[in-house]
Every structure is written in C-alpha cells, then in structure tokens.
C-alpha cells in the first residue's frame, strides 16, 4: 500500500520540536512525492518557510494550517446539475484503464437517485467490445437505457442517437462513455473531434459538459493526459477514480494551478455508490491529515 502524503507529513514533524531548513527540504520532497510538480512544491515550501521564520511557527498544527491555506486557491471544485426540460450531454473522456465506463454508470446512478427523468448512457467507445458490453451490464443492473450500435460503427452516431432519444421525450441526460486509445493519438484525437461536434450541436445552450475521467494514483502521469485532452477537445471539469485514504492524491492540486480544470466527481470503491461530488475542504483536509 502506498503511503499517504498525510501519513508522510505525520512522519516529518515526529521527533522534531523546532523546524529547520532541513525540515522544509524533506517537506518539499514530500510535496513532490504526493503528486504536486516539483516548481509548485518548492514555490509553496520556500514562501511557507519564510513565513514560519518570520512568524516564529514552529507548531505543527499551525504550520499545516499555513500550508492548507496556501494551497486553496489551487484546489477548485465545480457542480453540475442537468437542467430540466433540456437535453443535456455529458461526454466521459479518458485512457483506457481508469476506471471510464464505470464512472458512467456511477455518475448516471448519482443523476438517477436525485430524480433526474430520461436518462441515456451511450456507448460511444465502439472499437473495444468489453466497453460496450461492460455498459450495457450496468445498464441492466442500474435500470438506466443503453444506446449502443454494433461493433466498429460510427461512435459520434451512437451519441446522435442517444441524443435524439432524449430531445424526442423533452429532454433529460445522456451520459457518453468515448475511447481512450492514446497510443493512437492522432485517430483518438480525429474521433473526440467529431463526437464533440455532435454533441455541442445537439445538446441544449449551456447543457454539455466534457468530463475527463484521471486515475488519482497515477500522478504526473494525469496531468499529461490532461494537457492531451484539454488541448483535443477542452475539457469542463475532472472525474477522481481510485482515490481513497492511500492515494497521494496531490493530482487535483496541480491541474488545479496548471490548468485552471475544476473537480466535479470522486470515486472512492468499486461500488456504485462509490461516488461523491468533490469537496474541496474536505479533500484538503484528507490530503493534508487534518
């Protein structure tokens, strides 16, 4: 099991009465190893030091306190509520492995327990059969329509479709499960594309949002998928997968500050109810051990 960036800082302050600049270093290291890049861990450590000094800080409560507060403003959360009477789209994004079309079915339960009506998941990820299938299992389970074509078809047509289902019935919520094959980068780039566009064409004002789906223990490694993605097609917020009490967990911190790219979804289990909005005091507090 990998040690918690919490865990980590436990360790940092035990045996040490007073502070010093060794302290810090290991506290950057720390920082970096939890997922935070390496120029806003030693941003943050070097002007936190200063204050500590300047402040005569040496207790560890008040000096985790000073570091909550100088990573708030990196930490954004955002909610999304489909609006009624309105076809709504919201399109997964993701590398295969991360846990995509199951946090469909999660975010599509989520929807359904807080009265959503009419509600779609189309599975437009049509190059991988375990995808569709594994979507339509959920589907059969959760009591939630599939919209799905055979094998190989046209993914953007599966997500027209679905969409029509929904406008024809006076609106609700379709939720898109798309490929993730990023070592093809140039196909999977051309398909987003096309998908992107029936989607921004078919869904009402203001009613499609792209969610890209990040591994929480993969680290640096999300945000270059999310550089990809955001640069593909755009990308409105992020979907957490595998984050629990041993995820570093830093990632949210750094797309956070680096592109501006809000939290909407946790995912903590495998269970369908493992989901929550994002709560940024809370994850805060989680990261940090408060």
Not at 135 to 154: F, Y
Request: net charge negative.
């Amino acid at each position: 099991m990998k040690t918690s960036f919490a865990d980590k800082l436990k360790g940092l302050f035990a045996g040490r009465a007073a502070q010093n600049e060794e302290f810090f270093d290991d506290l950057a290291d720390a920082l970096i190893e939890g997922d935070i890049g390496a120029k806003l861990s030693m941003e943050l450590i070097d002007a936190l030091e200063s204050e500590c000094k300047k402040e005569k800080v040496y207790d560890q409560d008040k000096i985790i306190s000073k570091l909550k507060e100088s990573l708030i403003p990196y930490v954004k959360g955002v909610g999304f509520k489909p609006q009624e009477g309105k076809t709504n789209i919201w399109m997964l994004l993701g590398v295969n492995g991360v846990g995509k079309t199951t946090s469909a079915a999660k975010i599509a339960l989520l929807q359904k327990n807080a009265g959503v009506q009419n509600l779609v998941l189309s599975a437009s990820d049509t190059f991988r059969a375990a995808a569709v299938d594994q979507l339509c299992m959920h589907g059969d389970k959760l009591g939630i329509r599939v919209v799905a074509h055979q094998m190989g078809s046209d993914p953007a047509a599966v997500v027209f479709d679905a969409a029509e289902s929904v406008s024809s019935k006076g609106g609700g919520l379709v939720i898109a499960d798309t490929a993730g094959r990023l070592h093809n980068k140039e196909n999977l780039v051309r398909e987003l594309e096309k998908i992107d566009r029936i989607c921004a064409q078919k869904a009402s004002e203001g009613c499609y949002k792209k969610l890209l789906v990040l591994d929480a223990t993969t680290g640096q490694n999300a945000l270059r998928q999310a550089e990809v993605f955001n640069q593909a097609v755009g990308v409105d917020a992020i979907v957490l997968t595998k984050y629990d009490s041993s995820a570093k967990g830093g990632i949210a911190i750094t797309i956070g500050k680096e592109m501006n790219i809000p939290v909407a979804f946790v995912c903590t289990g495998e269970g369908y109810g493992d989901i929550a909005s994002f709560d940024a005091e809370k994850y805060l507090n989680e990261f940090l051990g408060i």
